[in-house]
């Protein structure tokens, strides 16, 4: 499964952005999507991830109701919507494919992209 990622950028916080991933080589409608984040000197963390068809969603407590995850099967694409942008938001957001659902949240699964900068200024 290859993964891009596209969209980040340097955007003023309350800004907003939004984040592609084309997928390709493996059965995108069928596999759950997740994106996750690294900021310096932090461990990576989940963001949001969506189910296979997209009729579930789930997201990390500090971005709910300002970020929004959305899939197009038929174009193998996964979706993040980030309004009103906060500088603690800056990290590198990775997409990932068949994330693992663990208590609390998600961790990532076995394929990821290359990331795409978001730096949110104050």
């Known amino acids: 499964v290859h993964l891009v990622e596209s969209g980040g950028g340097l955007v003023q916080a309350g800004g907003s952005l939004r984040l592609s991933c084309s997928a390709s080589g493996g059965t995108f409608s069928s596999t759950a999507m997740g994106w996750f984040r690294q900021a310096p000197g932090l461990e990576r963390e989940y963001v949001a991830a969506i189910s296979y068809n997209g009729g579930k969603t789930y997201y990390r407590n500090s971005v709910k109701g300002r970020f929004t995850i959305s899939r197009d099967n038929a174009k193998n694409t996964v979706y993040l919507q980030m309004n009103s942008l906060k500088p603690e938001d800056t990290a590198v957001y990775y997409c990932?494919?068949?994330?693992?659902?663990?208590?609390?949240?998600?961790?990532?699964?076995?394929?990821w992209g290359q990331g795409t900068q978001v730096t949110v200024s104050s």
């Open positions: 990932n494919a068949d994330p693992e659902s663990t208590l609390g949240g998600f961790i990532m699964g076995p394929y």
